[in-house]
Every structure is written in C-alpha cells, then in structure tokens.
C-alpha cells in the first residue's frame, strides 16, 4: 500500500480540488504543469542552487547527547531552525516562486498564522522582485509582531484578517478571495499541506528535501538511512510531511504526529484534529477538521500561532485513519515545559510548534538503541514574548 497521493489528487479518502468555478482556471493550469515544471533540469538546477546558497541547505542532522541521555534513546534533531529565515517554510517558497515565473505570474499572495511562512513568501518575492501580499489572523499580528515588522522591511503588504477567530484559517479565507478576484496574473502560495490539489502534493515535494538529507546523514551517522522513529508537530503539516516523505512507505519506521491539544482535549480550546475532527471540506480538500453537529467549523485555540489550524491535511488525515501514523496531542504547558528543557539541556530555543513534538519524550519511552529523529522546525525567536510571558522570565 502506498501512502503517497494518487492520479486524482487523492490519499486514500482524503484530498481531491473542491474549488469556486472561478478558481478552477488558477488550480487546473497549476495541476496540469507542476510536474513537468518540477522535473525540468533547469528548474530543478535552479531550485538546489538556491536551496544551498541562499537557505543554507543542507540543514545538519543533530545527535542530541544530553537530551538523548535524559530519555534513554539516540535523539537526532534536523535542524530546519537553521535555514535562511529561521524555519523550513523557505524550502517551499522558493520552490513555489520559481513555480510562479514559469506560469508567468506577477504578484504572490500567501496567508500565515506563526508569520514564518509569511516571512519566507516576503522573502522570496524580495529575492526575485515580485509583489507581495501576505494575509494574517489580527490576534496572531499582535503575538507575532517581529515577524510581522520583518515581512514589512522585507516590502511585502500586510493584510490583517478581522473575521471570525482572526487566525489562520480566517487568512486562509481571505487570501482565496483575493484569489478568486485576482485570478490571472496572481500566484498563491500556499505553506502547507493543505488546500485542494495538487497544492498538498507539492508543497510535501518541495519539503521532501528534508527526509532526502536525512537518509543520507543518517548513514553517516549511524550506518543506515532510516530511523526507527520520525516525530514532528503538525497544524497543517508541512513540516511533518517533509521529514516523513521518504519514509512513508517503509512502514518500519514509525511516524508519529504531534498535535496542539491547547488547554486539553476536551476544554473547548484544543487544536487536536485527530481526536476532535471529523470529515469535511475545508480550503478546497477533503479532511479530517474539527465541526460542529451541523458542519460549522470549530474554533480552534493554541499557544502556538502555527498550530491553531482547525484541520489537517489529506496526507496527514490519511495516516492517522489508515493507523500508518500515531497521532499525539500535546497540551501548551507540556509543550512550553518541553521547549524550556531543550533551551537547558541543547542550548537551543525552539519555536513552541516545534516543542510539541518534543514534549512526547515525557509522554512515552524509547528503547535505548532506538534511532528517534526529531523535525526541529524553527527556531523560538518569533516566540520569545510567549516564552517571557508564560515562564514569567
């Protein structure tokens, strides 16, 4: 069984393009180049080219002593805090801008929740000089200010979303109006693994440099490309979906997902899809999202700005209902607890989305020979008031 996304844009139930007419034009022309485009040679020179100049790739895989000798495993971080911008979210815009010029696109439009994917679209549009326009949620352009003032240095527009919760799936909403108005010369890139087709599947590809390092650093290391486990957060799920790639039909190597459960699973202020959602349509695909009775979306809460998605996506959604991936939720405190260890133990502070996926060490035991890869998505500055506020610091 492959876990990988079929002809039609779908894993397993999960996926599909349930798009307005108006946008179908945009999502059909994207659909049916994006391949061919990927697999140009020049394109792909121009892609590695970029990735290893200006982000810094590739990221080093990390043995992490103290940390390891804490929990009794060998722990690998891959550290995507180190690329350009301070997150992986750059593997995916630079690939999507080079996307837009071959599509002839002018003007980018991007929404963000944490602001690194944000920042990351200003970035490549400064890079390549194209207009820029990034929506986002009002409450998260108050708890992200420093990446909201670097998107404005860096020339891009920031619109804040006023509408129901004013995070990220409100700027979703608003990004695909935009869209829909503007359906010729403008190219959205979306940052995660979400939306319809054939955005989750390139948006993996593009991250999928992520495991492709991997395999090979860990042969370095350890005499073998896979570990025996891979942990990453997952809101959407770019980064999940980038260090899983590989390894998603190697079924030897354990994925597990670690999910926001905020307050608690059951408070009402949870982001925890996998144990709250159910399927339904959200941004163009078919998911697993958190809904009332009657299919309206649930608001859903984190400390996290990255992790306050009311959904996941199709890939993500297909693992967990197949059982090819163990999902675990993680609650703000565990997750800030978490962050706080790796500071003291590594010397590294972590973005909180990436300390989710670090609190499951506290959650469940490895064996001591055991090869655990950790996703270190990003780095905690853009969180630094939430770390000062929470810890009284």
């Given at each position: 069984m492959s876990?990988?996304?079929?002809?039609?844009?779908?894993?397993?139930?999960f996926g599909g393009a349930f798009?307005?007419?108006m946008l179908y034009p945009n999502v059909e022309e994207l659909r049916s180049g994006y391949l061919n485009i990927?697999?140009?040679?020049?394109?792909?020179?121009?892609?590695?080219?970029?990735l290893k100049d200006y982000v810094g790739r590739p990221t080093p895989l990390y043995f992490a002593e103290r940390f390891s000798e804490k929990f009794g495993a060998k722990v690998?971080?891959?550290?995507?805090?180190l690329c350009h911008t301070g997150a992986h979210k750059?593997?995916?815009?630079?690939?999507?801008?080079?996307?837009?010029?071959?599509?002839?696109?002018?003007?980018?439009?991007?929404?963000?929740?944490?602001?690194?994917?944000?920042?990351?679209?200003a970035t490549v549009c400064a890079l390549m000089g194209i207009e820029c326009v990034v929506y986002m949620g009002e409450i998260d352009i108050k708890r992200q200010a420093p990446n909201v003032a670097r998107m404005k240095m860096l020339g891009a527009t920031v619109v804040p979303a006023k509408s129901g919760s004013r995070t990220l799936k409100d700027a979703t909403n608003e990004a695909i109006r935009d869209w829909i108005n503007n359906p010729v010369d403008t190219h959205y890139i979306i940052g995660s693994v979400v939306g319809p087709h054939p955005y989750p599947d390139m948006v993996a590809r593009f991250q999928s440099v992520i495991s492709e390092e991997v395999k090979k650093q860990l042969q370095e290391k350890e005499g073998r490309e896979a570990p025996d486990h891979v942990v990453a957060c997952v809101g959407g799920g770019s980064n999940a979906a980038g260090i899983y790639y590989h390894y998603l039909d190697d079924e030897k190597v354990n994925i597990i997902a670690v999910e926001a459960a905020g307050e608690g699973i059951l408070t009402g202020k949870s982001a925890a899809?996998?144990?709250?959602?159910?399927?339904?349509?959200?941004?163009?695909?078919?998911?697993?999202?958190?809904?009332?009775?009657d299919g309206q979306i649930t608001?859903?809460?984190?400390?996290?700005?990255?992790?306050?998605?009311?959904?996941?996506?199709?890939?993500?959604?297909?693992?967990f209902r197949t059982g090819r991936g163990k999902f675990i939720s993680v609650t703000d405190e565990e997750a800030m607890a978490a962050g706080l260890q790796l500071c003291k133990l590594e010397g590294i502070i972590p973005a909180i989305e990436t300390a989710h996926a670090l609190a499951i060490f506290d959650k469940r035991k490895f064996e001591k020979d055991e090869v655990v890869v950790v996703n270190l998505s990003g780095r905690g500055d853009k969180d630094l008031n939430t770390y000062i506020e929470h810890f009284n610091l």
């Amino acid at each position: 069984m492959s876990y990988q996304v079929n002809e039609k844009g779908y894993y397993g139930d999960f996926g599909g393009a349930f798009i307005p007419e108006m946008l179908y034009p945009n999502v059909e022309e994207l659909r049916s180049g994006y391949l061919n485009i990927m697999q140009e040679e020049g394109f792909q020179k121009e892609f590695r080219q970029l990735l290893k100049d200006y982000v810094g790739r590739p990221t080093p895989l990390y043995f992490a002593e103290r940390f390891s000798e804490k929990f009794g495993a060998k722990v690998y971080l891959k550290r995507e805090d180190l690329c350009h911008t301070g997150a992986h979210k750059v593997n995916n815009t630079i690939g999507q801008i080079l996307m837009a010029k071959r599509l002839g696109k002018n003007r980018i439009i991007a929404e963000t929740g944490a602001g690194q994917h944000g920042v990351a679209t200003a970035t490549v549009c400064a890079l390549m000089g194209i207009e820029c326009v990034v929506y986002m949620g009002e409450i998260d352009i108050k708890r992200q200010a420093p990446n909201v003032a670097r998107m404005k240095m860096l020339g891009a527009t920031v619109v804040p979303a006023k509408s129901g919760s004013r995070t990220l799936k409100d700027a979703t909403n608003e990004a695909i109006r935009d869209w829909i108005n503007n359906p010729v010369d403008t190219h959205y890139i979306i940052g995660s693994v979400v939306g319809p087709h054939p955005y989750p599947d390139m948006v993996a590809r593009f991250q999928s440099v992520i495991s492709e390092e991997v395999k090979k650093q860990l042969q370095e290391k350890e005499g073998r490309e896979a570990p025996d486990h891979v942990v990453a957060c997952v809101g959407g799920g770019s980064n999940a979906a980038g260090i899983y790639y590989h390894y998603l039909d190697d079924e030897k190597v354990n994925i597990i997902a670690v999910e926001a459960a905020g307050e608690g699973i059951l408070t009402g202020k949870s982001a925890a899809t996998s144990a709250l959602g159910r399927e339904g349509i959200i941004h163009g695909s078919k998911t697993l999202l958190m809904q009332t009775d009657d299919g309206q979306i649930t608001e859903p809460y984190s400390i996290s700005a990255g992790l306050d998605y009311p959904g996941v996506g199709p890939l993500h959604a297909n693992l967990f209902r197949t059982g090819r991936g163990k999902f675990i939720s993680v609650t703000d405190e565990e997750a800030m607890a978490a962050g706080l260890q790796l500071c003291k133990l590594e010397g590294i502070i972590p973005a909180i989305e990436t300390a989710h996926a670090l609190a499951i060490f506290d959650k469940r035991k490895f064996e001591k020979d055991e090869v655990v890869v950790v996703n270190l998505s990003g780095r905690g500055d853009k969180d630094l008031n939430t770390y000062i506020e929470h810890f009284n610091l």
